[in-house]
């Protein structure tokens, strides 16, 4: 599951021109639907919908709450929201429509994933593929997270020389097959039978912002961190976070609640996505001896 943000542009409601709606989604990546809640300077609102792999379109439904709002108008009807994944600009694109004689509209909206939506071509030449994969419904890598996602890429591999490629992306589709809901060995068997060239549809769950901090210290970093697989911060989430910093960590970019994306150090650099705080606290230490760090968070 991941959050999303906003459409950007104007449209024409109710007789006048309004502006940015601002809602937040829950995007279920097994069912592939969608439930949310937002509010705009009309009142606020709920939203349903789904999304289809075959037409590449998230079909949304955005009904205004009784009472809400400007109380002049009827705000119990149901807008449908029709978007279209657009690959080169990374976005959905697409217009909206009301359910109803008296309003009609066709404003554009631009709506941004907090992921990646991307695809890649592999020309395996009877060859390895050079990854293996994780997840699946009946190997789930974590309770709620049962998505196949790419666990592993071998060094000099044919997946190794792939930029659009990288550990922990989310396989939607082999070739013109869904494997969103599917067991693991399932999906083994369809990446071994799809031929020597497959097309992959991914999805990159990449935060919007992140920095990289670089610590200096004297042997100790003076942060506390949480989370990890088994034992989640927050619930179904399975971050890596900065829960404590005391007075020997002066460095002012650093907060609480940061979440650890990639220890970096001289000799070592470590991905955060799936991990516990067990082997981060591991990778401190040695760390430590080097009196250099670096950190790169999503703020």
Avoid at 64 to 72: A, I, M, P, R, V
Avoid at 139 to 150: A, C, D, E, G, R
Avoid at 205 to 223: A, D, F, M, Y
Avoid at 236 to 256: A, C, Y
Wanted: with cysteine.
């Amino acid at each position: 599951m991941f959050k999303s943000g906003h459409w950007k542009s104007q449209y024409f409601q109710y007789g006048k021109w309004h502006g940015p709606c601002r809602f937040s989604l829950t995007f279920d990546t097994n069912s592939m639907t969608v439930k949310g809640t937002g509010s705009d300077d009309i009142g606020k609102f709920t939203i349903n919908g789904i999304y289809s792999h075959e037409t590449s379109r998230l079909g949304l439904s955005k009904k205004y709450q009784l009472g809400t709002g400007n109380k002049t108008e009827n705000l119990g009807h149901t807008v449908t929201i029709q978007l279209t994944w657009n690959e080169t600009n990374n976005q959905f694109e697409g217009k909206w429509y009301v359910q109803t004689n008296k309003y009609h509209g066709n404003d554009k909206f631009q709506l941004k994933f907090d992921g990646q939506h991307l695809s890649t071509n592999l020309n395996s030449d009877d060859k390895s593929l050079g990854f293996t994969i994780g997840g699946g419904i009946d190997k789930p890598v974590l309770n709620h997270f049962t998505s196949i996602i790419i666990s592993h890429i071998y060094e000099n591999a044919l997946a190794d020389g792939v930029e659009q490629l990288k550990s922990y992306d989310i396989l939607l589709r082999v070739n013109d097959i869904d494997i969103t809901n599917m067991k693991q060995e399932t999906v083994v068997d369809i990446l071994k039978r799809s031929g020597k060239q497959i097309k992959l549809f991914i999805r990159r769950l990449s935060p919007p912002i992140i920095k990289t901090i670089e610590l200096q210290h004297n042997g100790r970093l003076g942060i506390r961190i949480t989370g990890g697989i088994g034992r989640e911060y927050i619930p179904d989430d399975h971050g890596i976070f900065i829960k404590h910093i005391n007075t020997l960590q002066t460095n002012d970019r650093l907060e609480i609640g940061d979440r650890l994306l990639q220890i970096s150090s001289m000799h070592n650099s470590s991905q955060e996505k799936y991990t516990s705080v067990t082997s981060d606290k591991q990778e401190m230490n040695e760390s430590n001896i080097l009196h250099k760090l670096k950190l790169a968070l999503f703020k």
